[in-house]
Each structure stands twice: as structure tokens, then as C-alpha cells.
């Protein structure tokens, strides 16, 4: 199954693995980017859609997860499918504890691969899905005044209209009236959606 828009990069100092992994992944009309070291990785420029790494764990210079701890440390995001010939637990434990999406040893089944590939292609895709949504979040969170703002987050701590007006002195009609244009320019349907809302922006402090 082909995953429109989407690109697989793969890293593999061995010229058959790649070439074999290459016409695999083609033959599932899969964009594929193939690199002989980390150092042409590096100079590419970024695919705009969902995207996954497979990566070779020992390569010249650079190893796969010296790779992997740079990417997370540049906040680059990139679900990561380690292969290798000479692995071993304590390699596959530090791969997995920095995120990775599966750890293959050579020579493996294509479906695990494609399996592993098409998981992290989904998580891609929902990662980046969830930050578009982020941004509207941030959009519409601007538009409103001070005092919706202000509103808003005590409303998401579970705080009363009626606690509202009393803390900050207004009048409680006028907190309600706030709180409605609060949840229209939002686009919240309901106070519990409002406070997902709020969630994601982590606007909320800790309430002790």
C-alpha cells in the first residue's frame, strides 16, 4: 500500500542494501531518497511530507545512533527504523530508548521492514498533522482580547463564572458574555472541548 506524498529515506553504506531496499520500496510507488553515508543525509534538504529514516546502525565515521541522538537534539522529528548486521541488545535497547520505531538485524523479512516503515510514516503524519492543528490553535488564541484570554484560562482551571467576576471584579453577565466570544473565536463547541483547547497551548499553570 502506497502512502501518497510520503518519503522514505534510507542510509546504508552497503550498495546492494540500498539498491535492494530502493526497488522494494518503489515498487510500492513509495518516494525514496538513498544515501551512502550520514554526510550526504546531512547536505539534503528535508522532504515536505510525512517521513521515515531507515537507518543503518554502523556506518563510516558517524554511527546511526550517533545520528539519532543529533536529530533529537536538533528537534528534527524523524521516526527512525535502525538495520543491522552486527547488532546486539544493548545497541537495540539504546536505539529504542531514543525513540526508535523498530531495530531490524540483516537479513530481514521486507514485510517487517514495510510493516515498520508504514508505522512510521502514520506517526509522521499525526505528528505533523497535530502541529498544523497547533498552529490554528495559536491563530485563533491571538485573536482574542486580554480579558477573553484571561477568562478562558480560568475557565479551563475550573473555575465559576460567578469565582471569575468576584476575583477580577467585573460582573458575572460580563464574565459569560467573555467566555462566549472566548469560545466562538476559538471554535470551541462546549467547555470541555475549550479546555482540550487549552491543553494543547499549555496555557494552564499547575493549579498548586
Not at 68 to 74: D, G, H, I
Not at 82 to 100: E, L, N, R, W, Y
Not at 156 to 171: N, T
Not at 183 to 204: C, T
Amino acid at each position: 500500500m502506497s502512502d501518497a506524498n510520503s518519503t522514505v529515506l534510507v542510509i546504508d553504506d552497503d550498495p546492494d542494501v540500498r539498491a535492494s531496499v530502493g526497488r522494494l520500496l518503489r515498487s510500492l510507488n513509495h518516494d525514496v531518497q538513498l544515501f551512502a553515508s550520514i554526510t550526504d543525509f546531512l547536505k539534503s534538504n528535508p522532504p515536505d511530507g510525512p517521513t521515515c529514516l531507515v537507518l543503518d546502525v554502523r556506518l563510516p565515521g558517524q554511527s546511526g545512533l550517533d545520528l539519532q541522538k543529533e536529530l533529537a537534539a536538533e528537534n528534527r522529528d524523524i521516526p527512525i527504523i535502525f538495520v543491522t548486521g552486527h547488532g546486539d541488545i544493548p545497541m537495540s535497547v539504546q536505539a529504542m530508548k531514543g525513540g526508535a520505531i523498530e531495530f531490524l538485524t540483516k537479513p530481514f523479512r521486507d514485510q517487517d521492514l514495510l510493516d515498520a516503515i508504514q508505522l512510521g510514516l502514520s506517526r509522521d503524519r499525526a505528528r505533523r498533522e497535530n502541529e498544523k492543528d497547533l498552529v490554528g490553535l495559536k491563530e485563533r488564541f491571538a485573536s482574542l482580547s486580554p480579558r477573553e484570554r484571561e477568562i478562558m484560562i480560568q475557565v479551563a482551571r475550573g473555575r465559576l463564572s460567578k469565582q471569575i467576576a468576584h476575583d477580577i471584579g467585573i460582573a458575572e453577565a460580563t464574565v459569560k458574555v467573555h467566555r462566549s466570544r472566548a469560545m466562538q473565536k476559538m471554535k470551541a463547541g462546549s467547555l470541555p472541548e475549550l479546555g482540550r483547547m487549552i491543553d494543547k497551548l499549555k496555557l494552564v499553570l499547575d493549579k498548586t
